[in-house]
């Protein structure tokens, strides 16, 4: 079984570009997350969205940051304008509602010069 | 504010012996904790969990202990291998409907032959 996709793997863009990560999650799970994990601050949740609907996203740094999941196989975080701080990886993750343990995909390294 | 501490950020062990990763917590409406192991390059990978109302849990090599009085719990792994050599993460989840999950910064576990 495939488990969660994401794409692009790495992606490097210059300051005040748009970025766009890409997530498939497991078939099935109804659950997604998506993280950034960062030397300082570790693994922190940036929004989750269960039945594709955002649920909490205390953790979206700021305005320029934005997810949406249109249908339950797909979901996108966006930051626009980036800037070298959000410079990180970043993780999506599904669950299944019945369990808490989260599957978590390859991750996307960005880099924002 | 720190809410899940693993305050080892690194930690070697022989093969065969055993490995004792420890993390610690503030917050006690946490009713659900969870174990991830992390390759570079990959994503976190879930390895055990334990909900608040019990002390043990058990899966082959790894068992975790819970002690609430002391907000603590333990990962045990026995005999240690090579291929365990991983940074380890501890999270906690929040009593109620959040899904969210709250990470350590991972201790770093190198097992040597």
């Known amino acids: 079984d495939a488990g969660v996709i994401q794409s692009p793997r790495h992606e490097v863009t210059e300051m005040g570009q748009e970025v766009t990560l890409r997530c498939k999650p497991i078939?099935?799970?109804?659950?997604l997350f998506w993280y950034r994990q960062t030397m300082m601050r570790g693994l922190e949740l940036l929004i989750y969205f269960n039945n594709n609907v955002p649920i909490d996203d205390s953790g979206m740094p700021e305005d320029r940051f934005s997810a949406k999941m249109p249908n339950a196989s797909f979901s996108t975080l966006k930051i626009q304008p980036s800037e070298p701080r959000d410079s990180a990886v970043y993780f999506c993750?599904?669950?299944?509602?019945?369990?808490?343990?989260?599957?978590f995909g390859p991750g996307t390294r960005l880099t924002v010069t | 504010d720190q809410q899940v501490k693993q305050n080892s950020p690194s930690l070697s062990v022989q093969e065969g012996r055993i490995s004792i990763l420890n993390c610690d917590y503030t917050n006690s409406m946490f009713d659900y904790f969870l174990w991830y192991k992390k390759y570079p390059a990959e994503g976190p990978t879930f390895l055990i969990s334990i909900s608040s109302i019990k002390d043990k849990n058990e899966d082959g090599r790894f068992t975790v202990f819970l002690n609430k009085s002391a907000k603590h719990l333990s990962l045990h792994i026995v005999p240690s291998q090579p291929g365990d050599s991983a940074v380890y993460f501890c999270?906690?989840?929040?009593?109620?409907?959040?899904?969210?999950?709250?990470w350590g910064l991972g201790t770093s576990l190198a097992v040597n032959p």
């Open positions: 993750a599904s669950s299944f509602s019945r369990n808490y343990e989260q599957y």
């Open positions: 078939s099935g799970h109804n659950s």
């Open positions: 999270a906690a989840k929040r009593a109620g409907n959040n899904r969210k999950l709250i």
